[in-house]
T-cell receptor
């Protein structure tokens, strides 16, 4: 089991550029979550999917952020255009569909720096 | 989901038991207590969870009071590698239900 795989591990981009973060959940996990972590705000849930369908995107900060899950093995989080305040570590997590009280498995995160 | 209260930081001597408290006085009957930890620069890691009975696994023990208004995570023999932020979370256990993190407790294990 390779765990939740995120790419890239680090991303440095200029303000105004489009940024795409990628996540491959654990095979068989039907729920996928995107989190953002900063020193000021801690860990924030941005959006989550069940069976590839977005369930709650109330944590997405603004329209510049969008997330997709085209199939059970892949999800993207896109920021367009990026701004310096988007600098943070972005985590993806997955959990099984049929084990309601099972823990989440998190990826190693993508550290985004917008200059 | 019910809110939790944890001390902002704690210290523990290496080799001793680390006891991390959590208050969740507004917990509902169908809400579980979950513990996660985050070691510096890594993603959060699931530790243990429970409903009303005490639980133990290879990582830790979870003690929940009879009225379920508080709990304690016990690391029986803390090592330097246990230095991390520990999060106590209360949530209803249904599939895909979101996990909301608070500020947690910074545990420093010292030699």
């Amino acid at each position: 089991d390779a765990g939740v795989i995120q790419s890239p591990r680090h991303e440095v981009t200029e303000m105004g550029q489009e940024v795409t973060l990628r996540c491959k959940p654990i095979s068989g996990h039907n729920s996928l979550f995107w989190y953002r972590q900063t020193m000021m705000r801690g860990l924030e849930l941005l959006i989550y999917f069940n069976n590839n369908v977005p369930i709650d995107d109330s944590g997405m900060p603004e329209d510049r952020f969008s997330a997709k899950m085209p199939n059970a093995s892949f999800s993207t989080l896109k920021i367009q255009p990026s701004e310096p305040r988007d600098s943070a570590v972005y985590f993806c997590a997955s959990s099984p569909f049929d084990r309601a009280n099972y823990g989440y498995t998190f990826g190693s995160g993508t550290r985004l720096t917008v200059v | 989901d019910a809110k939790t209260t944890q001390p902002p930081s704690m210290d523990c001597a290496e080799g001793r038991a680390a006891n991390l408290p959590c208050n969740h006085s507004t917990i509902s009957g169908n809400e579980y207590v979950y513990w996660y930890r985050q070691i510096h620069s890594q993603g959060p890691q699931y530790i243990i969870h429970g409903l009303k009975n005490n639980e133990t696994n290879e990582m830790a023990s979870l003690i929940i009071t009879e009225d379920r208004k508080s709990s304690t995570l016990i690391l029986p023999h803390a090592t330097l590698r246990d230095t991390a932020v520990y999060y106590c979370i209360v949530r209803v256990a249904k599939y895909g239900n979101k996990l909301v993190f608070g500020a947690g407790t910074i545990l420093r294990v010292k030699s």
